[in-house]
């Protein structure tokens, strides 16, 4: 199981902070680049071929080209299999004769319609061929940890980053029940560490299966359900008052308070 948890980069002088902004520039342009050149292609491969990497014109390291490419092909089969996946849906409800639903879901299809990803900003996705993160453990300065990244650029472009961070309760925790990948996503002003989570034991504890609802709100395998209601409401309730709410007004906003509320009290009773 893989987690992930965000770092803010507020702590780099601004210095540092140029350098993220130059190289994020740089890195985005590219990633455009490689989507113009292989967005009409029909197989994408994980790993974009020499023919196509070697066209970059770009200060930025030959990894870092690589690492470019490789982001371009998931953002190009990612938005293309989304599309296949509505497609094939479709195809079945047709199958199926489900007609209403089917000219509901090609409604949607006509009114999105596929089209090339213009990126308008980016996180970076590095591996650990660029990223090393120290934490702190002795001998703390003010920070938690610096994340060093490095092989950016080519020579004469050379940009070496050491960002400091400070650490908090979800990334502690992440760190003492997991081991933490090599990769990270830098953005302009926060990074995300990921982290692959041991499998816990089960100590011969009770398992149930819960089924959610909106008239009933759960019911578990070992036959207990909802059959209470919390002050007089039910979930299905509460959604029924959201409904004839006004979004963004005052009543909207606790009615929204009242359901996650009454969710709460659904999972205690779990």
């Known amino acids: 199981m893989i987690r992930s948890s965000k770092i803010t980069l507020k702590y780099s002088n601004q210095i540092k902070k140029d350098n993220i902004k130059l190289f994020l520039n740089e890195y985005l342009i590219l990633t455009q680049f490689f989507i113009d050149i292989i967005w009409t292609e029909t197989k994408i491969p994980n790993l974009l071929p020499k023919d196509i990497t070697s066209k970059a014109n770009t200060w930025l390291s030959a990894r870092m080209v690589q690492c470019s490419a490789k982001q371009a092909s998931g953002i190009v089969r990612g938005t293309k299999k989304k599309n296949e996946q509505r497609q094939y849906r479709l195809n079945k409800l047709l199958e199926e004769k489900k007609y209403k639903q089917a000219r509901k879901l090609q409604s949607i299809i006509t009114k999105n319609p596929i089209t090339k990803p213009e990126l308008k900003n980016i996180e970076a996705e590095l591996d650990s061929r660029f990223v090393n993160v120290n934490f702190e453990e002795e001998n703390k300065t003010c920070f938690d940890g610096w994340l060093n990244i490095s092989s950016i650029g080519k020579i004469g472009n050379k940009i070496k980053l050491k960002i400091p961070f400070k650490s908090h309760k979800k990334l502690n925790e992440l760190r003492e029940e997991g081991t933490r990948t090599g990769s990270i996503r830098l953005g302009l002003n926060s990074a ?34 909802n059959n209470l209601t919390c002050n007089g409401h039910t979930y299905e309730s509460v959604c029924k008052i959201l409904s004839r709410k006004k979004k963004g007004s005052k009543a909207f906003s606790r009615t929204q308070t009242h359901r996650k509320n009454i969710l709460g009290y659904y999972k205690n009773q779990i």
């Open 192 to 225: 995300s560490m990921s982290f692959e989570l041991r499998e816990k034991e089960n100590n011969n504890t009770k398992v149930i299966g819960v089924d959610i609802g909106i008239k009933t709100a759960f019911t578990c395998s070992d036959g207990n359900n």
